[in-house]
């Protein structure tokens, strides 16, 4: 990013702008720096974009400076959250996902529960976080036809992602295994994964 | 005791909300909010609540019984109705998709995330996270504000006019002609439309390469294109990420007035340029700026007094120069109080000149300067003049140049306060 340079941003509606994401930037950063505006309503961090949204009659002012600033500041300091789920793997889609990574299932499993996660996105569902660092050999296109429903709690794998559904739902990710004593989304807290935590599968036998 | 309503029959879907849970769409949580917003302020404002007050979004029928003392209710803004104990009322469907009915104080259900309207994608929010039922009770709250009104409040959903868009974000993901063919095309809100979405069909948007993409941030409005040919217009619970690229959005003005449609209802898209949006917007939120009244006059000169005497020392034989009965008054009324007025001079040297833009300081920053200088502009362009010309105050002169107002010339000083030249050419 070099200093300062932000493209302006695109209008997307009259109430919302989208910025390409500064490379190499922390999405919680550029979260938490855009939330603090006062005019601003929502914003949505993808791993390729930057969504604020805002009342067309109060547009906020002077965002793109603002998002400027945290790019540059990267997120090098922030204390991170680390969440540890503890897991089950007894999803209906282990021994398919173990078929087509060609590795034996116990290797699937001990491959998951090995590696370390970061939320890089919380969409499609509320409380949905997906999260990156999913071991390569893991890597798998979606289900060529989605479930009509996977459970509240399941732990599923997609891509390079992993992630645990919050809700029953429609789902085309490989249901590997159950979370335990894991609420994804409460009426309490909303999501319990925020853009930017640490996530570690714990397996429970 | 106090009142209640009682939950009689129901057919078809009820749902408490309201304005719906700001801040919240980075956990993944969508936007929320009526889906007609226009109709849940109406029937607030008919009965004296904040505009935003938690009513029920009927799509269907109901039937609503009062308990304990009497209840005043709102249906879409009509004239308040008085129910008393024992008495129910019976909510048909009307013009409209959905309709509101709001009771005087808001019904009292607990906030959930920053919000009392019903999420049921989530199962929160509202009553239990669900539709009414038959049985249910609903406790009515003490958000009143105001008296009611008796007249009641109406609201124009405009359903012959073409709903108006901005093209973008994603226009190069498709094919060249996408957006002509959206803008020339007729569209047919779907049965399955829903608070998720408003589906439509017509023919397909077509994607340039056609696959789906990362996830990409989702606002309402936005339109995708699907692959079975339906469009989807996002709604109020929509997924706050998703796969599919978005050709053109739904003003927010008119996103109310697209979700009003019924099923079989038929859809026209126009484009229009930021600033008309804007502008539209500040409408919906009960903004007028139009010609002052005779009447109106003694109003614009107190306010002036307000921003410029006492707000900024200018001695008051300076603000009053003489010159006003030879000006075009404008005012910018919010709800039918004057937020701000603006006067339009054509000087001796025959040059049209802006001048005594003044906006209530606590209306500022929500647009109303702008809208006044619009208005400006277009009486100054419809008398013939190719171009307006100001003298800005040094504070404001970002104000004017975001407006499209070039400065010339070095600063000077005019009662005291540090100005520049500006003008602008009308096009």
């Given at each position: 990013m070099s200093a300062g340079v932000l493209a302006d941003p695109t209008p997307f509606g009259d109430a919302a702008w989208r910025w390409p994401r500064p490379p190499e930037s922390d999405a919680a950063t550029l979260l938490a720096a855009l939330r603090?505006?006062?005019?601003?309503?929502d914003v949505v961090v993808t791993e390729a974009h930057v969504c604020v949204t805002f009342d067309p009659a109060r547009p906020p002012l002077g965002l793109g400076e603002r998002l400027a600033e945290a790019a540059r500041e990267g997120g090098g300091d922030r204390a991170l959250r680390e969440v540890v789920i503890r897991v089950r793997y007894?999803?209906?889609d282990l021994e398919e996902v173990a078929a087509r990574a060609g590795l034996p299932p116990e290797e699937v499993v001990a491959r998951h529960a090995a590696a370390s996660y970061r939320v890089a996105l919380v969409g499609f569902?509320?409380?949905?976080a997906y999260l990156?660092?999913?071991?390569?050999?893991?890597e798998l296109p979606r289900r060529a036809s989605p479930r009509r429903r996977v459970a509240a709690g399941a732990l599923a794998i997609a891509g390079p992602y992993a992630g645990v559904y919050p809700l029953d739902s429609p789902g085309g990710w490989h249901w590997i295994g159950s979370a335990l004593g894991?609420?994804?989304?409460?009426?309490?807290?909303?999501?319990?994964l925020r853009l930017g935590d640490r996530v570690r599968f714990e397996r429970v036998a | 005791m106090s009142s209640r309503l009682a939950?009689?029959?129901?057919?078809g879907l009820v749902l408490v909300q309201d304005a719906g849970r700001p801040g919240r769409m980075h956990q993944g949580i969508p936007p929320g909010g009526a889906l007609v917003p226009e109709l849940l302020a109406a029937a607030n404002r008919a009965l004296g609540?904040?505009?935003?007050?938690a009513a029920l979004e009927i799509a269907g029928g109901c039937r609503l019984a009062a308990e304990g003392e009497p209840v005043l209710l709102s249906l879409d803004g009509a004239p308040p109705r008085r129910l008393a104990p024992g008495d129910s009322q019976e909510i048909r469907p009307g013009a409209a998709r959905v309709r509101y009915l709001a009771q005087r104080g808001g019904v009292d259900v607990p906030e959930v995330l920053g919000g009392r309207g019903t999420l049921l994608v989530a199962a929160l929010g509202g009553l239990d996270g669900r539709a009414l039922r038959r049985g249910d009770r609903l406790a009515i709250g003490d958000l009143a504000t105001r008296e009611p009104m008796t007249e009641g409040v109406s609201v124009d959903l405009a359903p012959e006019a073409a709903i108006r868009v901005l093209p973008g974000?994603?226009?190069?993901?498709?094919?060249?002609d996408a957006l002509e063919r959206l803008l020339t095309a007729e569209f047919v809100v779907s049965p399955a439309s829903d608070r998720v979405g408003t589906r439509l069909v017509g023919p397909p948007l077509a994607l340039r390469g056609a696959e789906r993409g990362g996830s990409l941030p989702m606002v309402r409005g936005a339109i995708q294109g699907t692959t079975g040919g339906e469009a989807i217009v996002l709604g109020?619970?929509?997924?706050?990420?998703?796969?599919y690229p978005v050709l053109v959005t739904v003003i927010r003005a008119d996103q109310g007035r697209l979700a009003a449609r019924r099923p079989g209802a038929r859809v026209r898209f126009r484009a229009v340029s930021l600033e008309q949006a804007r502008a539209a917007a500040g409408a919906l939120a009960g903004r007028v700026v139009r010609r002052a009244t005779p009447e109106e006059l003694p109003s614009c000169l107190a306010l002036r007094h307000e921003v410029f005497?006492?707000?900024?020392?200018?001695p008051p034989a300076l603000e009053i120069d003489g010159l006003d009965p030879t000006c075009s008054h404008f005012v910018a009324l919010e709800v039918g109080e004057l937020v701000g007025t603006a006067r339009l001079r054509i000087t001796d040297g025959g040059q049209a000149k802006a001048e005594r833009v003044a906006v209530r300081a606590t209306a500022r920053g929500r647009g109303i300067g702008a809208a006044l200088m619009h208005a400006l502009e277009e009486e100054a362009q419809r008398r013939g003049f190719s171009e307006l010309r100001l003298h800005a105050q040094a504070s404001v002169i970002a104000f004017y140049e975001g407006l499209g107002y070039a400065g010339e010339g070095p600063l000077f000083h005019e009662a005291g306060i540090p100005h520049r030249a500006m003008r602008r050419a009308l096009t």
């Open positions: 603090a505006h006062p005019r601003v309503r007894d999803g209906p569902l509320p409380g949905f990156r660092g999913l071991d390569p050999r893991l894991f609420r994804a989304l409460s009426p309490e807290q909303g999501s319990a | 939950v009689v029959s129901v057919a609540n904040p505009p935003d007050a974000p994603d226009l190069e993901r498709f094919e060249a109020p619970d929509h997924p706050t990420t998703g796969g005497v006492q707000g900024q020392g200018v």
